[in-house]
């Protein structure tokens, strides 16, 4: 059993931090709001760092999952981070999804002082989080992968190794893009449904079980229809994602023309205040207009 530290308690790292000490590791956690690392060990046992530098200190295995760029660069490299605090020898394992840019960083970093680093970016939400079958996409060395893979197979179902350093976190805009078209279009069939008069209960399904069918289908489908939309991923973070996505995009040349427009209407719904929905709720925007 390893010395792990998990750094973020937000509603995808609780539970995929519980799963690791559910597995006999001996976990340490740090959370901005210490009421949620408190709620944490209460639950799930371990121990509390107030910083994570003083968390990372002695462990064998740091992983965090935080919101952007800056919170990753904070928690791993900033005046308390976590990265300079490591033991040679250790691994960090980032589950957030940002910049490839910010990836090569830390690997950089890592590298300087003999410690592993992973990008690992996660999907399957919060209901894959609390279940333990998220699919994992990595980037970093095989040897750390190898090394990292039993700690991250506590929360993953699918756990694939991408490439180096960066080619996670690539994967994981390459999941977030695909997801951004499909929801577009699933809004679009239904609205049109609807607007049709069709039953919907019996059109999902009928083509749930053809080529149409999606995950967002057979999960989303009937709450968008009912305009439920309390499912999970919020819909400012797939903004942010697909920010990155389109970034990395100009970066190397790639256009995104479909992504680049439902960024947009995402964009829309943020600013009429539905940034806490989650993301199918862009078959708002077509039945408001």
């Known amino acids: 059993m390893a010395k792990v530290t998990f750094l973020g308690l937000g509603v995808m790292g609780y539970p995929m931090a519980g799963h690791i000490a559910a597995a006999g590791h001996e976990v340490t956690v740090y959370n901005r709001t210490t009421a949620k690392a408190e709620a944490w060990v209460a639950q799930h046992g371990g121990s509390i760092a107030t910083t994570p530098a003083a968390a990372a200190a002695d462990s064998d295995v740091v992983l965090s999952c935080v919101g952007d760029d800056p919170d990753v660069l904070q928690v791993a490299l900033g005046s308390d981070g976590a990265i300079p605090a490591m033991k040679s020898g250790a691994l960090y394992i980032d589950n957030s999804t940002v910049s490839a840019a910010v990836a090569t960083q830390l690997a ?95 059109l999902l399904e009928a083509i749930s079980g053809g080529a149409a069918q999606s995950w967002q289908m057979v999960n989303r489908g009937h709450t968008m229809v009912k305009g439920e939309f309390d499912f999970g991923f919020a819909l400012d973070w797939m903004r942010k994602d697909l920010r990155i996505c389109l970034e990395e995009a100009g970066r190397k040349g790639a256009p995104l023309p479909v992504t680049e427009i439902v960024a947009g209407y995402y964009d829309e719904l943020s600013a009429a205040g539905h940034g806490r929905n989650d993301t199918s709720a862009l078959i708002r925007r077509l039945s408001q207009s």
Not at 116 to 140: C, I, R
């Open 108 to 202: 950089a970093a890592g590298a300087d002082r003999g410690i592993g680093v992973l990008d690992a970016p996660v999907s399957g939400g919060q209901a894959g989080a609390e279940n333990g079958k998220l699919t994992v996409m990595v980037g970093g060395s095989m040897s750390d992968f190898e090394s990292g893979l039993p700690i991250m197979e506590c929360y993953g179902a699918r756990v694939v190794r991408m490439g180096d350093a960066g080619k996670g976190q690539q994967a994981k805009m390459v999941n977030q893009i695909c997801i951004a078209g499909l929801v577009q279009g699933l809004s679009e069939g239904l609205h049109f449904a609807m607007a049709a008069g069709l039953d919907t209960d019996a």
